[in-house]
Each structure stands twice: as structure tokens, then as C-alpha cells.
């Protein structure tokens, strides 16, 4: 079973919009990770907020947790062509494997 | 530059056939796993190695083998078992097995695309 599930699925934004993604999970967790795939490639990891954090900054990447709420989302911010991919978040539990959502679609258009 | 090989890129298989797919680092990572992506979907895990000539069985494991006999390689073998093997086929490491109490990062190979005719 899938413990973490994106929203939306698809997103599609023009060129220097900002770009909000969310990940939903059912049972406590450890750390919570954001990757990203370009079409037909590997995973490449972005971030990683631990359940004792509750905002991360990377470049152009914010990532907050709530975890009374069990959530997490994913700005990115002024995004660019380059930025179109599938966005992916993973939770892992204390002792448990690390589990991916389904991910969320990103179309930047120029 | 230190990474994960996946080969072949792409495959095809006839029904009935096993085919092996390969899984090389020199990240000198311990853990290694196997997962499979189907078209719009996330990730599901097949199978992981903590640690050579040890492995364990993801959620989807069946149709599926692997072997661990060298800390660098970690190959996958769809056997004829699996029923609907056409899929995306990733590899990826971390330095600290699943199940540690700190961070798992993983660093994933390019994929190998399976289809069978």
C-alpha cells in the first residue's frame, strides 16, 4: 500500500509561476523526501524534511511538513521549462521502508 | 563520476522467456533496491539488500529473483511467473539500509524499460 499520495496529479503553470504540490500519508513517519523524474529517466533527490522539522529551503525548493495534519507540500518557486517532470514524495517510517506516492505532473510552459 | 548502471535501457521478451536485468554501482553503498514503475504510477518496491548475499521481498515480489553476491551488483530477474512483467524497471542504493533510524537517501539508476511481446 502507498503511504504517501500526491495532489494534484497534473499541474500545469506558465514560465515564473510558482508551482505547489502536496503529499498526503496515513502513518507516522521518520523523514519525508521529495524527488524528481524526467520522462523516462531515474529518480533524483530534491529534499528531505525530518518529522521534527517543519520548514526546508533548497534554492528555489520549499518544503513544508505538518504532521498533526500528515502532509506535506512542495513549492517550487519562479519555475522554468526545465522544471517540467514528476514530482514524487516518500515517507519513511521508523524501521519501515522507504514508500513513494503516486507523483504529481509538472508541465512548465515557456 | 560515482553513480548506479542500469542495462539494458531497453528490453523485449517473449512470453515464457526470463530475462536478467542488470544493477551496478561504485557508490559503495550497502543497501540496494529493485522497484517497478508502471505508466503514470509511483514507484512499488520488488526487492531490497541490506547487506551482500542478503535479501528481503518488497510488496510485489512475486515473479521476481535477485541475488546479491557482490556488494556492487544487484541483479533482477523476471521470470516467466510474473504475469504482466511490461513495466519500468528502476535500481537505486543508499549508504544506510532501510530501517535505520536516520535518513535514507536513495540514488537511483537511469531505468530499464521491459516489454514483452
Known amino acids: 500500500s502507498q503511504q504517501g499520495e500526491e495532489d494534484p496529479q497534473a499541474l500545469s503553470i506558465q514560465e515564473g509561476e510558482n508551482a505547489t504540490m502536496n503529499c498526503s500519508y496515513k502513518?507516522?513517519?521518520?523523514?519525508l523526501q521529495w524527488y524528481r523524474q524526467n520522462s523516462g529517466r531515474g529518480l533524483v533527490h530534491l529534499i528531505l524534511i525530518r518529522s521534527n522539522e517543519r520548514e526546508k529551503h533548497s534554492g528555489r525548493l520549499r518544503v513544508t511538513l505538518d504532521t498533526s495534519k500528515k502532509s506535506s507540500s512542495l513549492l517550487i518557486t519562479a519555475s522554468r521549462a526545465a522544471d517540467t517532470a514528476s514530482y514524487f514524495c516518500?515517507?519513511?517510517?521508523?524501521?519501515?521502508?522507504?514508500?513513494f506516492g503516486g507523483g504529481t505532473r509538472v508541465l512548465v510552459k515557456p | 563520476d560515482g553513480g548506479i548502471t542500469q542495462s539494458p535501457k531497453y528490453l523485449f521478451r517473449k512470453e515464457g522467456q526470463n530475462v536478467t536485468l542488470s544493477c551496478e554501482q561504485n557508490?559503495?553503498?550497502?543497501?540496494m533496491y529493485w522497484y517497478r514503475q508502471d505508466p503514470g504510477q509511483g514507484l512499488r518496491l520488488i526487492y531490497y539488500?541490506?547487506?551482500?548475499?542478503?535479501?528481503q521481498k518488497g510488496d510485489i515480489a512475486e515473479g521476481y529473483s535477485v541475488s546479491r553476491e557482490k556488494k556492487e551488483s544487484f541483479p533482477l530477474t523476471v521470470t516467466s511467473a510474473q504475469k504482466n512483467p511490461t513495466a519500468f524497471y528502476l535500481c537505486a542504493s543508499s549508504n544506510r539500509p532501510q530501517g535505520a533510524g536516520g535518513a535514507n537517501v536513495l540514488t537511483f539508476g537511469a531505468g530499464s524499460r521491459l516489454t514483452v511481446l
Open positions: 502513518t507516522s513517519i521518520n523523514n
Open positions: 516518500a515517507c519513511k517510517a521508523a524501521g519501515n521502508k522507504l514508500t
Open positions: 557508490l559503495n553503498h550497502d543497501a
Open positions: 539488500s541490506q547487506i551482500v548475499n542478503d535479501f
